[in-house]
């Protein structure tokens, strides 16, 4: 099913980068080699032909979206993004009620993402005849993220009820390790866990231990792994290579599972890849979805279900509240600026509450 599901989005996705211009078709291609997921270029490809379907209906461009010119990209201006923001935040598609405000600034959001990266692609990563970027102006510089409508302190107090706060992620491996099994009713449910127990353990481990998103973990090879000097290789957002450090409480779940991983599977397997799965007899690369699965049961069964994506909020949450510092969470995770931390400074501040709580207390 699940390379159905693989030779589908690429197969859509080849259907729709075919109806684009070439240059589009560039982008596409360079960036699966690094790798962005097909999902993700899918998404994108279709975000550019809306674009470039506005473009039309504006008259903006008079030829069919694969004939559009890298000229007629450079003479954009900052107010014709914005209007197509407006375009994209009010159209039916999308809805202005209060129920569709966030769909709306996620599809805003996402839009305006996948045009950033096509822009910065065309105006720095590319070379014509003349050793020149094709595009001389990057109209996207200009253009802000979309605000969203939740204030940082609403959507933290939506995280962290799905976060494992203070010694919450130590319990919650513990759990998994020592009363997991306790909960299951059929041999056949813990035959299953048993195989896969050492594993998930130390899956769980590396999110918690780094802080690493799901694509990062998936993509990651054995040699990606140094347990000797504590700290993961991976692949960022936007293809560039990291390293990040791994917590030595969670250390020893990753290495069972490195001293374990080759006598778990028969024969040995020859993928490289550092987490795999079986299918149809072979050792393969582990599926997205199928750590998603696994985070979404054991966290059920111990909390709350949450994502991978919530672990990930748990070590920017939990590495702000021991340093103080944006800038220290934002290299551990990754991010090329601390304003996507910001969000933990609402989760951990406390302050805030308890002079509320003081107020007219003598």
């Given amino acids: ?34 790798p962005y997921s097909s999902v993700t270029l899918y998404e994108y490809a279709k975000e550019y032909r809306r674009f470039f379907e506005w473009m039309q209906s504006e008259g903006l461009v008079k030829t069919s979206i694969d004939k559009i010119e890298l000229s007629e990209l450079e003479v954009l201006r900052k107010e014709d993004i914005d209007l197509y923001k407006s375009f ?9 009620s209060t129920d569709n405000r966030s769909r709306s600034f996620v599809t805003v959001q996402r839009s305006i993402t996948a045009l950033r990266s096509l822009f910065k692609f065309l105006s720095s990563q590319t070379e014509d005849k003349h050793n020149e970027p094709y595009l001389k102006q990057n109209v996207m510089l200009k253009i802000e ?36 099994e306790s909960t299951l009713k059929s041999h056949q449910a813990k035959a299953a866990f048993k195989k896969n127990k050492i594993r998930d353990l ?19 090879q054995v040699t990606d792994l140094d347990t000797v000097n504590l700290e993961a290789t991976v692949i960022r957002k936007g293809g560039f290579k990291d390293v990040a450090l791994i917590s030595s409480l969670f ?10 991983r080759n006598s778990l599977y028969s024969p040995i397997p020859q993928e490289k890849a550092l987490f795999l799965t079986f299918y149809k007899g072979q050792a ?8 998603e699965k696994l985070v ?46 910001a969000l933990y400074t609402h989760i ?4 805030q509450r308890n002079a509320m709580n003081d107020l007219w207390s003598e």
């Fill in 251 to 260: 250390i020893d779940y990753i290495i069972d599972y490195e001293e374990a």
């Fill in 296 to 341: 979404a049961k054991y966290s059920t069964a111990f909390k709350v279900r949450i994502t991978p994506h919530k672990l990930r909020h748990t070590v920017g949450t939990q590495l702000y509240k021991k340093t103080n510092s944006l800038l220290t969470v934002s290299h551990q995770l990754g991010h090329t600026g601390t304003s996507a931390t």
């Fill in 88 to 96: 994209l935040m009010f159209s039916p598609k999308t809805g202005t």
């Fill in 284 to 291: 393969k690369r582990i599926e997205p979805s199928t750590v």
């Fill in 202 to 220: 130390a899956i769980i481990a590396l999110f918690l231990g780094t802080g690493i998103r799901l694509s990062e973990l998936v993509n990651m």
């Fill in 1 to 34: 099913m699940k390379r159905m599901r693989n030779e589908k989005v690429n197969k859509l996705l080849e259907l729709e980068q075919a109806t684009l211009p070439w240059y589009v078709q560039e982008y596409i291609h360079t960036k699966s080699i690094i």
């Fill in 348 to 351: 951990v501040d406390k302050e």
């Fill in 145 to 180: 993220n979309v605000k969203t409508t939740k204030t940082l302190q609403e959507r933290s107090r939506t995280i962290e009820k799905k976060l494992l706060l203070d010694d919450e992620a130590i319990l919650f491996l513990y759990y998994i390790d020592q009363d997991y």
